[in-house]
C-alpha cells in the first residue's frame, strides 16, 4: 500500500474502512443470528425430518422395516393366535423371525411386484376402439 500523506486522504481512508468493517459487522451478526436459529430445537427436528423424507435411501429403508416387522407379526397372529400353548408361541416366534428375515431380504422384488400390481388395478385403461 502506498505512503498516505496527506490528512484529507487519510480520513477518507478511515471512514471507508470504517464503512467496511460496519458492513462486515453487521453480515457477522445476521449470520450468529441465522445459526441461532438453525440450531433451536423445533428446527433441527424439522430438518431432519425434512432430510428423512426427501432422502429415497432412508424412505426405501422405512418401508422395508415396516413391511417386514408387519409381516412378521401378522404372521405370527395367524400361527399362534389366542393360543397360550408354550409349544405354540415358540413356532409363532420362529415363524414370525423367518417370515421378517425372508421379507427383508426379498423386498425388492416384493416391491416391485406391489407397485405392478397397483399399475394393473388403477392404471390407465385404454378404451376399445380407440388406438
Known sequence: MEKINYVAR?????????E???IK??????????????????KLIQSTL???VTSPYMLD???DA???????YVSKRIVVGASSNIIRRIL????????????SSHSGAIKAFGVQAFTQIFGKKEKPGKS
Open 10 to 18: 487519510l480520513k477518507s481512508e478511515i471512514q471507508m474502512l470504517e
Open 20 to 22: 467496511e468493517q460496519a
Open 25 to 42: 459487522g453487521q453480515q457477522l451478526k445476521d449470520q450468529l443470528f441465522l445459526t441461532y436459529e438453525s440450531f433451536k430445537p423445533a
Open 50 to 52: 425434512k432430510d428423512l
Open 61 to 63: 429403508n422405512i418401508i
Open 66 to 72: 415396516t413391511l417386514s416387522i408387519a409381516t412378521g
Open 92 to 103: 409363532g416366534s420362529l415363524i414370525q423371525a423367518g417370515a421378517t428375515k425372508f421379507i
